[in-house]
Every structure is written in C-alpha cells, then in structure tokens.
C-alpha cells in the first residue's frame, strides 16, 4: 500500500501550531500578526538572542525567515481560526489574535520531546520579549536581522 506524500514541514499547518503554542503563552492577551511572526522567529532561533539552543538549523541569512514566513502564518492562522483553536479579537489597534479555550485543550494532548522543547523555547521568549510594545519589536528586529546567519557570510 502506498503512503500518500504528505508534507508537513514550512506548511501553513506547521506554523499555525507554532503559533497556537505562542499564544499559549499570552493567555490574557491578544497579539498581532507582527508580534506572531516576530515571536515565531524567535522562538525557533532562541540561541540568536541569548537564549537557550535553538530549534532551526543555523542557515545562513535566516533573519530573513521572519517575513518570508508571513504567508504560511497567515494561513496557518485561518486554519486555526477556522477550527476554533483561536479567536479574533478587536481592539483599537486593529484585529488581533487569542487562543481559545479549545485550543488550550488540544494542546494538553502533545507530550512530545519537540512539542516541549518548543513550548520552552516559546516560554522564554514570551518572557524575554513579551512585554515589548510592537513598535519596540519591530526597533529590536530591525536592528539584528541582519546580523542573524550573518556568521555564514
């Protein structure tokens, strides 16, 4: 019997997870777009700012996965908004993003070695980087992209 092809790496579904399991962390906030895909870089490249190992590979100029993963977001959100895992919340800076209690529950089923390596990685950057504004994000990232995978050149 032939095992249908079925990728699941840099997938919408992919990145929709990495984002449920940040929003896990900020369970009385909300975050934008912007904050999602700052904190998703970050969460996978925690050694780029001080932080523990990181999850990715060491590629060169990977600052650049910060936008080009903008895309896959998107619709990896749709996904989880499609499925209740998420809501859409308005506030006076546009529509922003929590998770449900749904998806806090689908969450209780992972237990894997990479499910909790991630929800670490995630944990910390929520710490590191959480109370930072988005304007003050978007400042820090700007001013490092450049430098992340910058060792390779």
């Given at each position: 019997?032939?095992k ?5 790496f840099?997938?919408?579904?992919e990145v929709?997870?990495?984002a ?9 906030q909300?975050l934008d777009?912007?904050q999602l ?9 925690t ?11 060491p ?23 499609s ?6 919340v308005?506030?006076?800076?546009g ?7 749904a998806?806090?529950?689908v969450?209780e089923l992972?237990?894997?070695k990479?499910?909790q390596e991630?929800?670490?990685r995630?944990?910390w ?7 930072m ?5 978007r ?5 490092n992209?450049?430098?992340?995978g910058?060792?390779?050149?």
């Amino acid at each position: 019997m032939l095992k249908p092809n079925i990728r699941l790496f840099n997938t919408p579904l992919e990145v929709g997870f990495r984002a449920l399991v940040i929003l896990h962390q900020f369970p009385d906030q909300s975050l934008d777009l912007e904050q999602l895909m700052y904190f998703d870089y970050l969460s996978l490249n925690t050694n780029d700012v001080g932080g523990p190992a990181s999850l990715s590979a060491p590629i060169p100029n990977r600052g650049v996965q910060v936008y080009a993963r903008k895309d896959l977001l998107q619709k990896g959100l749709t996904i989880l908004l499609s499925k209740e895992l998420i809501e859409f919340v308005g506030n006076e800076r546009g529509f922003n993003y929590s998770i449900s209690s749904a998806g806090k529950k689908v969450l209780e089923l992972f237990s894997t070695k990479y499910f909790q390596e991630l929800d670490n990685r995630t944990a910390w950057v929520s710490e590191k980087f959480g109370k930072m504004s988005v304007s003050e994000l978007r400042l820090y990232m700007g001013e490092n992209i450049s430098h992340w995978g910058g060792e390779f050149l």
